[in-house]
């Protein structure tokens, strides 16, 4: 999250600039230079402890998706918090996971706000996905905890990590014991990956699960040379390779389900959350940098759209995304409390 901006220290950690292309323990590398990056826009991660880095804009044609005005509107007695995450199931229906009392919300696939689940439960709401049997799962990064809710939001499925405790280290990890865990993918077999140490947490790592729970190996994501890693988010493939998106390096980080390296590809932007589609598209929003792009598996940029603002199909921080079985794409900005949402022209 941008803490300057919603006052949350617990987590504040010094950033630190972006690297070259390459595998981990490359060495650090000037900011993006060129025509693209002298258009951007200041500010941004990454750019070192109190610097203001130049937002690249990708030399890529516009994404043809319109924005659209007020897509979830709440009853008049509720409001956004931090909207962190935001998942859709299979059937259009849309859940957004904001810090608020009731921090779970269900719209239908109209927008039509259908009902508020799991009061009093999140300490800080990070990240909402939705596995191919509509199964919810929860991370509650100050919580230290990935909850698995059924698919109606009604029952307690799986709970990982013990709320209110956290824990590093491989030995912890096999408990299991979390060190804010910041996003859950689950892989086509069932197993369940975690990745945790966002925000500058102490033990970057990703751990892995069965599908009922039991512990199956972990691997540090920390870097050789000791610069700080930042996991923000995670998805799998159809064929099972593992991407994390570490936010303030701007590098999306492939493995094989073991753990294996398999590649770094190194962006120009914050990979701050990260989205694999029905049609095995790969997705990017970049958080303080406010923009949702279409990538290709090398990390080139497709299309985009979004800059940093507070209008319409603008961000404050583009934090996390999903995309509708239908092809609607909907982002959560935590900054500006809203979710954004964008259909096809």
């Excluded at 698919?151 to 491989?170: I, N």
């Excluded at 990890?173 to 947490?201: C, M, R, T, W, Y």
């Amino acid at each position: 999250m941008t803490r300057a901006s919603i006052g949350f220290v617990l987590f504040a950690a010094a950033l630190t600039p972006g690297v070259l292309a390459g595998q981990a323990g490359a060495p650090p590398a000037a900011a993006p230079s060129g025509p693209a990056a002298a258009a951007g826009q200041a500010g941004g991660r990454g750019a070192g402890r109190g610097a203001a880095r130049v937002v690249h804009i990708p030399e890529a044609p516009a994404l043809n998706y319109a924005p659209v005005a007020n897509p979830l509107p709440l009853p008049p007695d509720m409001t956004y918090g931090a909207v962190a995450g935001v998942a859709v199931n299979s059937h259009g229906h849309v859940f957004v996971y904001h810090r608020q009392p009731v921090p779970l919300v269900e719209f239908d696939d109209q927008g039509r706000f259908v009902r508020g689940l799991r009061e009093g439960t999140a300490t800080r709401a990070h990240s909402v996905r939705i596995d191919a049997d509509d199964n919810i799962w929860l991370v509650d990064s100050g919580g230290h905890t990935v909850v698995k809710l059924s698919p109606d939001g009604s029952r307690v499925l799986l709970t990982l990590g013990t709320k209110g405790v956290s824990g590093s280290g491989d030995a912890d990890a096999a408990k299991p014991l979390f060190n804010i865990p910041s996003d859950v993918a689950i892989a086509p077999n069932g197993d369940i990956f975690v990745a945790q140490g966002e925000a500058g947490g102490p033990d970057p790592r990703v751990t892995r699960f069965d599908r009922s729970g039991k512990f199956l190996a972990t691997w540090s994501l920390a870097y050789k040379e000791g610069r700080r890693s930042n996991p923000h988010s995670i998805a799998i493939d159809r064929a099972g390779l593992v991407y994390v998106g570490d936010r303030d390096v701007m590098r999306i980080r492939v493995f094989q389900p073991d753990g294996t390296p398999v590649r770094d590809i190194q962006l120009e932007n914050q990979a701050c959350g990260l989205f694999i589609d029905r049609n095995q598209q790969l997705w990017l929003v970049t958080g303080t940098d406010g923009q949702l792009m279409r990538v290709d598996w090398d990390g080139h940029v497709q299309a985009f759209t979004g800059k940093l603002g507070p209008g319409l199909g603008e961000f404050s921080e583009a934090h996390m995304m999903a995309v509708a079985p239908n092809g609607d794409v909907y982002v959560a900005d935590t900054v500006a409390r809203k979710v954004e949402k964008f259909v096809k022209r």
